[in-house]
Every structure is written in C-alpha cells, then in structure tokens.
Nanobody, 122 residues
C-alpha cells in the first residue's frame, strides 16, 4: 500500500502565499510523475501542476508565474509554492502520484492524497 499525505493548507488573504507539501510512503519502488490538482466548490477537479521524476514541469495557465511545483525524490515528497493567491484559487488541493510499487515492478499505479483546503479571502 501507498499513502500520500498533504499538509500546508489554510486560510490566507488575497495576495498572500502558502506552501503545500505531500509526502508519499509505503511500498514504493519509484515515483514517476507527481502533481497537484484542485476542486473548487461546484466545479470539476482540475490540474494545477505536474512534475516528472527528472524535474520537467507543467502548469495550468491560471497559475503560471504564481505557483511553483518541486519535488525531493529522496523524500518522496512534492511541494507546491503558491504566491500571489487569488480568491479563485480557493479549493481543496489534492496530491497525485504515479507509483511503481515493490510487488509489481512492471506496472504504475495512480494514488491520491486526502486533500487539503486552501481558502483565499478577498
């Protein structure tokens, strides 16, 4: 089994910053892409940012220039630095990891964290 645990959410004023963390643990052989997604009230879950194991990144247009995704492969952890936050960034943020587990080295499995709430007040 693999667990992804997010932390770092909270309430911040518009223009402020937050840093989310997501630590993966369990029967991990390797983690390929990791990413952050979010679901705002009444909306579908959407991609925020992803990062490959060798550091290639991809961002949603709405967060480019404001958010930065990074990872520490030794710690199986991914981060999301969020600056210049806007009220429309308010959502539950979910961590995602595409994991190769120890008992199935030829397959990749998709895991999700439980989510962390980010609220940006105007």
């Amino acid at each position: 089994q693999v667990q992804l645990v997010e932390s770092g959410g909270g309430v911040v004023q518009s223009g402020g910053s937050l840093r989310l963390s997501c630590a993966a643990s369990g029967s991990i052989f390797s983690i390929n892409a990791m990413g952050w997604y979010r679901r705002a009230p009444g909306k579908e879950r959407e991609l925020v940012a992803t990062i490959t194991s060798d550091g290639n990144t991809n961002y949603a247009d709405s967060v480019k220039g404001r958010f930065t995704i990074s990872r520490d492969n030794a710690k199986n952890t991914v981060y999301l630095q969020m600056n210049s936050l806007k009220p429309e960034d308010t959502a539950v943020y979910y961590c995602n990891g595409r994991v190769v587990i120890l008992t199935h080295l030829t397959s990749e499995y998709n895991y999700w964290g439980q989510g962390t709430q980010v609220t940006v007040s105007s």
